[in-house]
Structure formats: structure tokens, C-alpha cells
T-cell receptor, first 114, second 115 residues
Framework: AQTVTQSQPEMSVQEAETVTLSCTYD???????LFWYKQPPSRQMILVIR??????QNATENRFSVNFQKAAKSFSLKISDSQLGDTAMYFC???????????FGKGTKLTVNP | NAGVMQNPRHLVRRRGQEARLRCSPM?????VYWYRQLPEEGLKFMVY????????ESGMPKERFSAEFPKEGPSILRIQQVVRGDSAAYFC?????????????FGQGTRLTVV
């Protein structure tokens, strides 16, 4: 079975600094996709970044980038130049080949302090 | 293009009543997914539907829960005889294609409170 683990329940960072959120996963599939979702207090689930397992290059989206270590089954999210609006819950998720359902970790609550 | 619309945003039901949660997918999307989020937890998959078909209901509790996505109208998640443990946020997501890399667009969720 697919599992996703986020070992940091809460983190905080000062505005303009960089923070890294950890995620590990377990899957027996060779074809899968990994995601980071942001959930602000409004509860809306917002896709931050997506990584395809067969691509070795780490995905980047503006201030957000990932460190994808396939052998270690690790998928961390780096947020550069943190902004107050980045304060939210962050969920790591995966979907494996042949399935359409996302499997989520328990989330990391990130607080950006002014 | 309106996003995924869920209503109501908040729903309060007494134990034993029925709860009906609605989800209108984005225009042009024919795939709908329902997830449940318990307090302090991540989202857990419940069911995946296409128009008029249930494709994967492996996450649905065996009793009291049902889902449909009719040819016309929104997808409905129905919970009969609600209990306190059903209190949670229920999210709907939709996508246009059955592709693994398709971005699933989420609604804002319905928070169900059972009193």
C-alpha cells in the first residue's frame, strides 16, 4: 500500500528566510507522481508543485522547489524568501500508476513570522 | 470559469439525520473525487466517480455512505443516520481526464458537524 509520511507537525520561519518541509513516501510502483498542496485557513486545497517520478530534474515553481531523492523515497519542499501569505498547512501527496486517488500525509503547519 | 463548487460550506446535523453534500465540478470536468479530512489529519480518499458511474469506492465506509454523479446535476455524497464520528471536512475534486498527471482541482470543502 502507498503511504506518505510528514514527520514535522509544525514549523516556523522568519519572513524572507528559507524553510524546508520534509516528506517521505513508500510505493512499490515505478510510475507515480508526487505533489505538495497548500491549505490556508480558508481550507481551499491549492496545488503548489508536482513532480513526475520518471523525471530526474527537480520541479520548481517560482519560490517553491523540491528535492526529489527517488532512491531514498524522499520529496522535500523548499520555500525561498518566505512570505506571510505562505502561512498554511502543507500536505505532501502521491498518486501511483493505475490509480487516480491521491494519498496524503498528515501535514505540516507552517507559520511565517514577520 | 468557475472553480469546483461545494455546498453547503457548513452543515450541522443531529445524530440520526441524513447529510447531503453537493459538488459541482469545473466546467468540462467529468471526473469527481471525494475526500474526507478529520481534525489534525490529511485528506483520505473516499470515492471516484465519472458521470453515472462509480469507478473506485474503496475508501467509502461500507454502511451509511453513498455517492452519485448523475448525467445532469452535481455529484452528491450522502451520509445516512449520521454519528458524531462523521464530523469532518469533506472535499470534492474534479479533473477533465483520467490521466495520472492531471491536476485535480479542489473545492473549498463542506464542514459537517454532528451534534
Amino acid at each position: 500500500a502507498q503511504t506518505v509520511t510528514q514527520s514535522q507537525p509544525e514549523m516556523s520561519v522568519q519572513e524572507a528566510e528559507t524553510v524546508t518541509l520534509s516528506c517521505t513516501y513508500d510505493t512499490s510502483e515505478s510510475n507515480y507522481y508526487l505533489f505538495w498542496y497548500k491549505q490556508p485557513p480558508s481550507r481551499q486545497m491549492i496545488l503548489v508543485i508536482r513532480q513526475e517520478a520518471y523525471k530526474q530534474q527537480n520541479a520548481t515553481e517560482n519560490r517553491f522547489s523540491v528535492n526529489f531523492q527517488k532512491a531514498a523515497k524522499s520529496f522535500s519542499l523548499k520555500i525561498s524568501d518566505s512570505q506571510l501569505g505562505d502561512t498554511a498547512m502543507y500536505f505532501c501527496a502521491s498518486v501511483q500508476g493505475g490509480s487516480e486517488k491521491l494519498v496524503f500525509g498528515k501535514g505540516t503547519k507552517l507559520t511565517v513570522n514577520p | 470559469n468557475a472553480g469546483v463548487m461545494q455546498n453547503p460550506r457548513h452543515l450541522v446535523r443531529r445524530r440520526g439525520q441524513e447529510a447531503r453534500l453537493r459538488c459541482s465540478p469545473m466546467k468540462g470536468h467529468s471526473h469527481v473525487y471525494w475526500y474526507r479530512q478529520l481534525p489534525e489529519e490529511g485528506l483520505k480518499f473516499m470515492v471516484y466517480l465519472q458521470k453515472e458511474n462509480i469507478i473506485d469506492e474503496s475508501g467509502m465506509p461500507k454502511e451509511r455512505f453513498s455517492a452519485e454523479f448523475p448525467k445532469e446535476g452535481p455529484s452528491i455524497l450522502r451520509i445516512q443516520q449520521v454519528v458524531r464520528g462523521d464530523s469532518a471536512a469533506y472535499f470534492c475534486a474534479s479533473s477533465p481526464l483520467r490521466e495520472k498527471n492531471t491536476e485535480a482541482f479542489f473545492g473549498q470543502g463542506t464542514r459537517l458537524t454532528v451534534v
